[in-house]
């Protein structure tokens, strides 16, 4: 037989050669199926060239030579115009509304997700009030109803614990003003030689 003349193979047992039998068995079906079939995805609808927007709407790249002209460095003519400067929001929106906010210290700042969140603020003049700010900044271009401030108050009552207070409408209007007040004014800065 010819197990029997190589000399290395000789006395195995049964059941060794049962093992490796199925061993090799399921090797070569491991084989066969990493290299078969093809292989299909399903995706959302979409034509190529075109980006699916979660609100529902429906926007196409422009192609190399498109409606917008040659793009280098992935940037669209209305984007190097409004200070976008890589990131995901307005940077003249963004550098102000710090600027604006800087004497309340920072919980949290997300400059591709335009968000702005404070942790909460006591004014020296008012030690039984404190102030808590959240600025949304909506979009690259630097528009009036590009920016969003949210503005919360709570006051001590008796007991020393703090309780939710009503805050003017008017005040959240008049931050989103100083906002794009001094976004003005960077770009306008950026604009002089």
Excluded at 10 to 31: C, N, Q, T
Excluded at 43 to 72: A, I
Excluded at 101 to 118: E, N, Q
Excluded at 169 to 180: G, M, R, V
């Amino acid at each position: 037989m010819f197990i029997s003349s190589i000399p290395a193979l000789r006395g195995k047992s049964v059941l060794y050669w049962r093992f490796a039998a199925r061993a090799a068995v399921l090797a070569v079906a491991i084989a066969a199926t990493g290299c078969s079939g093809s292989t299909e995805y399903n995706y959302p609808d979409k034509k190529p060239g075109q980006k699916v927007d979660p609100t529902g709407s429906t926007k196409s790249d422009t192609t190399l030579l498109g409606t917008d002209g040659l793009r280098l460095f992935g940037k669209s003519p209305d984007q190097d115009q409004a200070g976008s400067g890589g990131l995901g929001v307005n940077s003249f929106l963004w550098r102000a509304s710090l600027d604006s906010i800087s004497f309340m210290p920072l919980a949290s700042a997300d400059p591709f997700g335009g968000v702005i969140i404070t942790d909460w603020y006591t004014p020296p003049e008012t030690p039984s009030e404190r102030f808590k700010l959240n600025v949304y900044i909506l979009g690259r271009q630097l528009r009036a109803d590009g920016i969003k401030a949210a503005v919360f108050r709570q006051r001590r009552d008796a007991g020393g614990n703090w309780v939710d207070s009503a805050v003017e409408a008017k005040t959240a209007i008049d931050l989103e003003n100083a906002i794009l007040t001094r976004a003005r004014q960077l770009r306008i800065d950026t604009a002089r030689p």
